[in-house]
């Protein structure tokens, strides 16, 4: 009989290709097995997804999976497929008929993973289906948005201890890239862990470089990291602008490079990625709206124009850079208004709970929701549209939602890929009395009503490509025939887009009915400015380890120093010189060595008998010649001049 041990490393080989897990992965996957609940504190691309999909595999069941993110969630599923696995999402951008089918394979059918958004644990579809399926183990990803003392609480996570009631017996395994001590604890409390357990992963990262350069010529530093050294790489900037006006400046000193951002549409988007995965573009000049799900093992470099909102972020993104193992570099541009700058933004960011219910009842506008309607509906949701009709600050709108969304009213997922909608504006009686002429228009409203339920009531999600298959007709054609029904005011048509969905967890209520917790705003203020001011002191620290500093932040107890960032590399070269002055003949006796090997070369013997100082003294000089690559052995044995140190730190 296979043993357990063999089971996960045949399945790893199998479906993944791979001989061996990194550090802890198979720690946690034991752990699972032996059906322990887990809290597994791990990187942002440590690998996380294999602690839950492997033991998965292992054995019989599926897994659900908890997560908020949708992009990521098509992207498991969409990788899991790839490799012959089923699994499906279940998230507001479905239908419910698409979620009901989804549901019904996880009960009948053969699939492995679901993948579940936390506000869909409350609906009453997945509660009346989960308690029938073989369900083996329970994943929560981004498990700190559980704890209301995490800098991301979302209510709709309380929920999974409802669900673990539905599932006796079923461990659980929380993932999480940052959590503090007091956050690690609640998130065992609001999971109701048998007994704590907690599996941690190394933050360090021994071949990443980190430096911050106080400067306010940051183009011009970025163009010397850029060409000191070779690959690719990503600039993150806060602004769209900033993107465009950076990528230009790239390009007008012949470094191929390109811009991205929410703005671009999603054909320009996936192109430029693309053109930067395969290196016809070198750099990537982007908002923090790049990088989720992007698997890129070569990228040398990423730069950061402006300091992020938190470490958490910072790591996160600086930590897409040499993921293959290489030495890589992560460089952080501080200008001397910066601090002054985010202290504005910062003030911007939180509105009084006034200014929240405003934007609360703007947003309920904007969506076309009524007082008492909108309960558990989803909505498309251009954020950059609505803040330009209301003449807002989207940061501002942010944290508004932010807010709403820890007290429990609306959930504002990240962007996604959402089907083309199609509403009747008329009634189904209104639409035979228009007496269609039985053209391809009447046959096509025929087809649209017999695969759609429900679209005289509200939006419904159309695949154009069905639509297609059962009319005859072309997809083009299809298409262009919605737009003429929408033309003719006999429908409302959103075509397939790109965009946030905003979920609204109970029905609109009037405004002084909205009750936004003071200690609730206070907090997230609060915890804001604690990891934003934990981010200023990384940027201003000098003295201490730059990955220590960060490794800290996580949890590590005693971090040892990289000896590869730039506070380490300054503490090297002044140690240097420090001993080159504690002995005022180190320098002379170096340069006597350089002059006589110039001469011509000399086998040790001879250069010691040249040379008036004691032999280990000379033997010491020499062995730092070599290492600095000043002098070489040559075959014969002989000692011989050669070319100049390399300089260790290329952001200089």
Same mark, same amino acid.
């Given at each position: ?85 089923? &699994?499906? /999402? ?25 993948? *579940? ?81 907690? +599996? ?152 009084? +709970? ?45 944290? /508004? ?59 419904? %999600? ?41 979920? +609204? ?53 005693? %971090? ?51 040379? &008036? ?17 000043? *002098? ?21």
């Amino acid at each position: 009989m296979e043993s357990a041990s063999d089971k996960i490393y045949d399945t790893l080989k199998r479906y993944w290709g791979f001989t061996e897990f990194r550090p802890v992965q198979e720690e946690i996957i034991r752990s699972v097995l032996e059906g322990r609940d887990t809290l597994a504190l791990m990187p942002t691309g440590g690998g996380k997804s294999l602690t839950y999909q492997v033991p998965t595999l292992a054995r019989p069941g599926l897994c659900i999976v908890v997560t908020p993110l949708i992009a990521l969630m098509k992207d498991q599923v969409d990788r899991l497929r790839a490799r012959r696995i089923a &699994a499906v /999402a279940i998230h507001s951008g479905l239908s419910p008929r698409q979620i009901d089918i989804a549901l019904d394979n996880c009960v009948y059918g053969d699939v492995k993973f679901l993948y *579940v958004a936390p506000e869909r644990l409350a609906t009453e579809a997945f509660r009346l289906r989960v308690v029938r399926m073989n369900v083996s183990l329970l994943a929560v990803d981004e498990a700190h948005c559980i704890s209301q003392w995490g800098y991301d609480f979302r209510p709709s996570y309380l929920r999974i201890a409802e669900l673990r009631e539905k599932l006796p017996g079923v461990p659980v395994l929380a993932l999480t890239a940052s959590a503090t001590k007091p956050v690690a604890d609640d998130i065992m409390r609001h999971l109701k862990f048998a007994e704590p357990h907690i +599996l941690r992963s190394s933050f360090a990262r021994p071949n990443l470089s980190y430096s911050v350069r106080r400067t306010d010529d940051k183009n011009g530093q970025l163009l010397r990291l850029v060409h000191n050294v070779p690959g690719s790489g990503i600039v993150y900037t806060r602004t769209r602008e900033g993107t465009e006006q950076t990528a230009d400046f790239l390009r007008q000193e012949g470094v191929p490079a390109a811009a991205y951002h929410g703005g671009l549409g999603h054909a320009e988007r996936a192109l430029r990625q693309e053109e930067w995965l395969s290196g016809k573009v070198r750099v990537m000049v982007a908002t923090n709206a790049f990088g989720m799900g992007i698997d890129k093992p070569d990228v040398r470099f990423v730069v950061h124009y402006a300091m992020c909102d938190s470490l958490e972020s910072y790591y996160q993104e600086a930590g897409r850079a040499g993921r293959d193992g290489a030495r890589a570099y992560a460089l952080l541009l501080v200008a001397s208004d910066d601090s002054d700058r985010i202290a504005r933004r910062f003030e911007q960011e939180f509105p009084p +709970l006034e200014k929240v219910k405003d934007i609360y009842e703007s947003v309920c506008s904007y969506l076309q929701v009524g007082v008492g309607d909108g309960g558990e509906a989803s909505f498309l949701f251009n954020i950059h549209d609505f803040c330009a009709r209301e003449h807002l600050y989207s940061g501002t709108v942010l944290s /508004a939602l932010k807010l709403l969304q820890q007290n429990g009213y609306m959930t504002l997922t990240d962007a996604q890929e959402n089907p083309a909608r199609v509403m009747f504006c008329v009634s189904r009686d209104e639409l035979y009395k228009l007496r269609v002429q039985r053209d391809e228009l009447d046959h096509f409203i025929r087809t649209l009503l017999r695969l759609y339920n429900g679209v005289f009531t509200e939006f419904r %999600p159309i695949d154009e490509g069905e639509l297609a298959t059962w009319s005859g007709y072309t997809v083009q054609r299809v298409k262009e025939l919605l737009k003429r029904l929408w033309q003719l005011r006999v429908i409302r048509y959103i075509p397939s887009n790109r965009s946030p969905i905003l979920f +609204l967890n109970e029905e609109r209520l009037p405004r002084a009915d909205l009750y936004i917790a003071p200690e609730t705003y206070q907090r997230r203020q609060q915890l804001m400015r604690e990891r934003f001011e934990q981010m200023v002191a990384y940027a201003a620290n000098d003295d201490e380890c730059r990955g220590a500093v960060l490794e800290k932040y996580f949890g590590e107890g005693d %971090p040892a120093p990289c000896g590869v960032c730039d506070v380490c590399l300054a503490r090297k070269r002044a140690a240097k010189a420090s001993a080159g002055a504690s002995d005022a003949d180190a320098a002379a006796l170096r340069e006597s060595i350089l002059q006589r090997l110039a001469e011509s070369p000399a086998d040790p013997r001879q250069l010691a008998a040249d040379m &008036a100082c004691p032999p280990e003294r000379l033997a010491g000089a020499v062995r730092e010649l070599l290492a600095e690559r000043a *002098v070489r052995t040559s075959p014969d044995g002989c000692l011989a001049l050669s070319g100049g140190p390399d300089n260790p730190d290329p952001v200089k």
